[in-house]
């Protein structure tokens, strides 16, 4: 496993953080959650110390995980833990806070389910305009006081909000989506990493999309995460992505069968703006696939093969 700085955090983290939103089960694919406890075993033994959840990943059912994950392999110190606040999973639906009771409430309760006292990095899931900036940054400003938090960071914000809720807590981590096939945000990652922010890039896989193990249309549930977030299971976003797949099957076989999903890792984590790529896995299989991503690195020659092939089909 490689290691970066986290922008001025100081944390030293994981060039993969894994991700837990499947781990917690609602969107995904079924699996125990025994099978979902053993995945987040196998990343921390591979070297990953960091790791993203939120208490909108099933309504805390991925921070319980994570918690229990943690707590049996005696690790609490060697490992950094992001969560999140502002969104909550009630009923099967997807609810937005941004008042400072819900965000010191919401702490509080992420903090049982992590079985912790204390968060290295607590992030705003998503800006809600139905609160100033000044009482949901000002609640994660009071809970850094507090020593609850450590750092803090946003999910998911324009350059603009950002300009303006840094004004009421320092901004320190920024994580948006970001992918072979999703490069809509790149600017702001570039200008959030140029203010001296951690930048973190999740969905480095496309909702698993970049993998290669999807290669014909499929019809998902409406709840399913690759239906109802991530469009490009959709026409004629997926047509596009399965010929720059061939260009990747290419680029695999002359690497020796190197797996597509590391290939797209290497993409990811060679952009000089990210620190981290967020990957979500729910078996050990894939954790440790994902992982063995990090034993190599891309030429300049191969990046530029796949950036050109992107600019050709995307």
């Known amino acids: 496993m490689r290691y970066k700085t986290l922008g001025g955090t100081g944390l030293k983290v994981s060039e993969m953080c894994l991700g837990t939103w499947g781990i917690g089960g ?10 979902r406890l053993d995945a ?3 990343a921390l ?6 790791i993203d959840t939120a208490p909108g990943y099933n309504g805390g059912a991925a921070e319980r995980l994570v918690g229990r994950a943690v707590r049996d392999m005696g690790v609490r110190e060697d490992v950094y833990i992001a969560t999140k606040c502002g969104t909550e999973y009630i009923d099967g639906q997807y609810v937005r806070f941004g008042a400072e009771k819900d965000i010191l409430r919401e702490c509080d309760e992420s903090l049982r389910n992590l079985q912790t006292d ?12 139905n609160f100033p900036f000044s009482e949901t940054m000002g609640a994660l400003e009071k809970l850094k006081q507090q020593g609850k938090v450590l750092h803090v960071g946003v999910c998911n914000f324009s ?6 809720a ?3 807590c320092p901004i320190e981590v920024y994580q948006a989506q970001h992918s072979m096939v999703y490069r809509d945000n790149e600017a702001q990652m570039q200008w959030a990493a140029s203010q001296g922010m951690g930048v973190m890039a999740y969905g480095a896989l496309g909702g698993g999309i970049l993998t290669g193990a999807i290669r014909e249309a499929r019809t998902y549930a409406p709840s399913d995460s690759r239906n109802r977030f991530y469009k490009h299971f959709q026409e004629p976003m997926f047509s596009r992505i399965m010929a720059l797949l061939g260009e990747m099957d290419a680029l695999a076989a002359e690497k020796d069968g190197m ?6 890792l290497n993409w990811s984590a060679r952009k000089d703006f990210v620190s981290t790529c967020l990957v979500g896995a729910q078996t050990r299989a894939k954790v440790e696939q994902n992982t063995a991503a990090f034993d190599h690195t891309l030429t300049d020659g191969d990046i530029a093969r796949l950036d050109a092939a992107i600019e050709k089909y995307l």
Not at 26 to 35: L, N, V
Not at 159 to 164: A, L, S, T
Not at 259 to 264: F, K, M, S, V
């Open 26 to 35: 609602a969107g995904w694919d079924a699996y125990s959650d025994e099978t």
């Open 40 to 42: 987040i075993h196998a």
């Open 45 to 50: 033994e591979q070297g990953v110390n960091f």
């Open 118 to 129: 204390y968060i290295d990095l607590y992030l705003v899931h998503w800006p809600n305009l």
């Open 159 to 164: 350059r603009e909000q950002m300009e303006q």
């Open 166 to 168: 840094t004004q009421y």
């Open 259 to 264: 797996p597509l999903a590391q290939i797209a």
